[in-house]
């Protein structure tokens, strides 16, 4: 059993607290349905991101399997793990779709659970998916390694396993963008990345993110959500929020940035 790392600091602990604020990121937004392959999604704590990423989670439709692609922030473990454990937060219990685990080629992706037991890029999104959704499993990914290589690799990885598998999958890059810049700097750094998202551009991302030093904590995720879903059809993506801590704190000297987007 995974146990929940980050409750009571990124999201509320108590079971009914969190049912309140996560319906409070959902205000005022008008849920849809569509035909999603890939997402961006961001991993703050809910009162400054959550908002952000209800724009996704209100567009994404039912699934069998939820991969939960997240950078690991802590260091420990395999360089790209998977984990097979049932993760458990104050909403309930989540399985890992095991089947699912066992299609992959495993050329790079290791089964680890040393890489997920702190790290909250992950965990974050389960109640989201959990207050949405009421019959699924998950395939938690973490990324050591980032760069593009890695990143195309556990992509096509992911891309035959769907295909293996036979099931409605939504693949989830957990990632912020730009760490601790003058909010003004951030917006304009970030609306540079993300037009490379917008085009599917993986190689002109990375690019982009050498070129201007970024802060961009998930970058590998994303690539390779982008991989995947490019390799199963997906023809666009789509901005849906952008927002910064700023917005919350009127703090603009040193933000964090955060965006949600879609792919199909």
């Not at 990423?53 to 997240?70: I, K, N, R």
């Not at 789509?238 to 955060?258: E, F, M, N, R, W």
Request: hydrophobic residues 40%; contains cysteine.
């Amino acid at each position: 059993m995974r146990a929940p790392a980050v409750s009571g600091q990124f999201y509320p602990r108590n079971k009914n607290d969190l049912d309140r604020e996560i319906s409070r990121c959902f205000d005022g937004i008008k849920a849809g349905e569509k035909p999603v392959l890939g997402a961006v999604v961001p991993h703050a704590g809910y009162i400054y991101s959550g908002n952000t990423a209800a724009h996704v989670y209100s567009m994404l439709p039912e699934a069998d399997t939820f991969v939960l692609l997240g950078p690991n922030h802590t260091g420990y473990g395999s360089p790209v793990s998977v984990s097979s454990e049932i993760w458990s937060t104050p909403l309930g219990e989540v399985g890992s779709d095991n089947e699912f685990i066992k299609a992959l080629p495993r050329r790079i992706i290791d089964t680890d659970e040393t890489a997920h037991k702190y790290e909250h890029s992950i965990e974050v999104q389960l109640p989201f998916l959990q207050h949405l959704f009421h019959d699924f499993k998950i395939v938690p990914i973490c990324m050591g390694m980032q760069d593009e290589e890695t990143a195309l690799e556990v992509g096509m990885e992911l891309a035959e396993a769907v295909r293996k598998v036979k099931k409605k999958v939504v693949i989830i890059a957990s990632s912020d963008f730009s760490h601790y810049k003058p909010d003004k700097v951030a917006r304009e750094d970030d609306a540079y990345f993300i037009q490379s998202i917008l085009d599917l551009d993986i190689t002109g991302f990375y690019r982009k993110l050498y070129e201007r030093n970024a802060s961009v904590c998930g970058y590998g995720p994303i690539a390779a959500m982008l991989t995947a879903s490019k390799a199963l059809g997906a023809k666009k993506a789509t901005l849906l929020k952008y927002s910064t801590s700023g917005d919350i704190t009127d703090d603009l000297a040193a933000v964090v940035g955060y965006a949600g987007i879609i792919v199909d």
